[in-house]
Nanobody, 125 residues
């Protein structure tokens, strides 16, 4: 059964850091490309990071490149998103998601195959 559950959100000041976690079922990690997207109120869904299941290559949206780092621990069936130098524009609900590949990951408002309930991140002074 495919399952994704996010945790680790919270409120931080600009320049701060947070680490999000996503607990995934073994089925998800074995058969799907996984990653993160976010959605702020009134804004489009935005893909921010993706790990290709085929070659385990990782790529990021320009808006987070150099600040966010994604990693996975297969033994713990967990995906992480380390977020540094957070900005107010990073405020959103963050979702862990699964799709057949990274091909469409960054298309605005892309409908991912599966995603979790989300975790909220608020960045303000």
């Amino acid at each position: 059964q495919l399952q994704l559950v996010e945790s680790g959100g919270g409120s931080v000041q600009p320049g701060g850091s947070l680490r999000l976690s996503c607990a995934a079922s073994a089925f998800t990690l074995d058969y799907y490309t996984i990653g993160w997207f976010r959605q702020a109120p009134g804004k489009e869904r935005e893909g921010i990071a993706c790990i290709n299941n085929s070659d385990r290559s990782t790529n990021y949206a320009d808006s987070v490149k150099g600040r966010f780092t994604m990693s996975r621990n297969n033994a713990r069936r967990t995906l992480y998103l380390q977020m540094n130098n957070l900005k107010p524009e990073d405020t959103a609900t963050y979702y862990c998601a699964a799709d057949p590949s990274c091909q469409h990951w960054y298309k605005p408002n892309h409908e991912y195959n599966y995603w979790g309930p989300g975790t909220q991140v608020a960045v303000s002074s």
